[in-house]
């Protein structure tokens, strides 16, 4: 017999902070609302300062505790001193998502260095550091946590005619590195885990629409998903239910994979 409640899973995140990236818009707005429903503190951050406002004005009048920080994840600095601010102004910083991410929109011959650069800063490089650095102060605190990388279906397929090899190159570097960095923190108790959302509803995808046209047709539901229906399985993997998974990417694109 265990000491398990009966199921052993709960969606209170009561004393957790939580530290979110990307949230001016789409998945990590949502994602933003519901870890601060469920009873987490939360450090919301991206580089539209109005957005931001905007965004922690609405939680705090439905009742929750969020801190606005404007965030350059192509800045190593600004990342650090971003999770700096978050735990002075909300404390030990627990609960991670790596949401922030920007497309390539451009076919592979005819990227300029700038391009290539911001795109790997912002999918790649500036989730490994504030991975990095998010781990060296648990670590430091002998406490655990959770870090949930929000990767991509473009991680595992690619068109020719989708001009996202870039993008889709880094978002399969973040399932590696997700699972790199669980094996590598599991002794100190900091699941490391990836969501793989394929169509939803975001100002990301909006721009693929107007230059694609409706590619939901396509698709076996006929559908672009919202960001709603992500919510399960985020709140399962920020939740003590989920301590015996790391490494795991779950793929949510509503049998769009399958066409």
């Known amino acids: ?24 818009s789409g998945l990590g707005a949502r994602f933003a609302r519901v870890l601060a429903a469920c009873g987490a503190s939360v450090a919301v951050t991206g580089r539209r300062t109005e957005r931001l406002e905007a965004l922690a004005e609405e939680i705090r009048a439905a009742g929750g505790t969020c801190e606005p920080i404007t965030l350059d994840m192509t800045n190593r600095d600004n990342i ?22 920007i497309p390539d929109a451009q076919y592979i011959a005819r990227m300029d260095d700038e391009l290539v650069d911001k795109v790997f800063d912002t999918n790649l490089i500036g989730p490994w550091v504030l991975s990095t650095e998010f781990a060296r102060r648990l670590i ?15 991680a595992f397929e690619t068109t020719g005619q989708g001009a996202a090899a870039l993008y889709s190159t880094t978002k399969a570097g973040v399932v590696r590195m997700t699972e790199a960095m669980a094996t590598e923190w599991a002794r100190f108790n900091i699941n490391v885990n990836a969501i ?27 559908r672009i998903c ?18 015996c998974v790391t490494g795991t990417v779950i793929k949510i694109d509503d049998g769009q994979g399958s066409r």
Do not use: C, H, W, Y
């Open 226 to 243: 919202v960001p709603a229906q992500m919510d399960s399985t985020l709140l399962f993997l920020v939740s003590p239910s989920s301590e």
């Open 80 to 101: 650090r001193s971003a999770l700096e601010q978050a735990e002075k102004s909300l404390g030990l910083v627990t609960l991670l998502v790596n949401n922030a991410g």
């Open 140 to 154: 430091a605190e002998k406490k655990g946590g959770s870090i949930v990388n929000i990767s991509s279906m473009a």
């Open 1 to 24: 017999m265990t000491d398990f409640p009966m199921p052993n899973f709960s969606t209170d995140l009561t004393g957790k902070v939580a530290f979110v990236t990307g949230t001016t």
């Open 196 to 222: 793989a959302p394929g169509a939803f509803s975001s100002e990301m995808l909006d721009g693929m629409l107007s230059r694609m046209g409706d590619f939901s047709k396509m698709f076996p539901r006929q």
